[in-house]
């Protein structure tokens, strides 16, 4: 089993800055791609940006340039760097990890808690 557990969310003022992190445990071989996706409220969810074991990166056209994803694959973590915050960023959070896991040779898509971001104007 694998778990993904958040932090960073929170309340920010437009222009703000903040950072999530997320982190993967339990019985992995291997972590290939990281990353996240948002959902507001009556909203499908997003994906926000995405990271590849080999550190290829993809984002969503509506935050290029204003959030930055890294990792860790050390320790399996994954990163959101999030800059000049604005309201319409406001949602639910959602870290994911393709992991392969002992028993299995293909990669399994493990989803974190989520985590509020509130952004006012």
């Known amino acids: 089993q694998v778990q993904l557990v958040e932090s960073g969310g929170g309340l920010v003022q437009a222009g703000g800055s903040l950072r999530l992190s997320c982190a993967a445990s339990?019985?992995?071989?291997?972590?290939?791609?990281m990353g996240w996706y948002r959902q507001a409220p009556g909203k499908q969810r997003d994906l926000v940006a995405s990271i590849s074991i080999g550190g290829s990166t993809n984002y969503a056209d509506s935050v290029k340039g204003r959030f930055t994803i890294s990792r860790d694959s050390a320790k399996n973590t994954v990163f959101l760097q999030m800059n000049n915050l604005k309201p319409e960023d406001t949602a639910v959070y959602y870290c994911y990890a393709d992991a392969v896991v002992d028993i299995s040779p293909f990669a399994t898509r493990y989803w974190g808690q989520g985590t509020q971001i509130n952004v006012s104007s």
């Open positions: 339990g019985s992995i071989f291997r972590v290939d791609s």
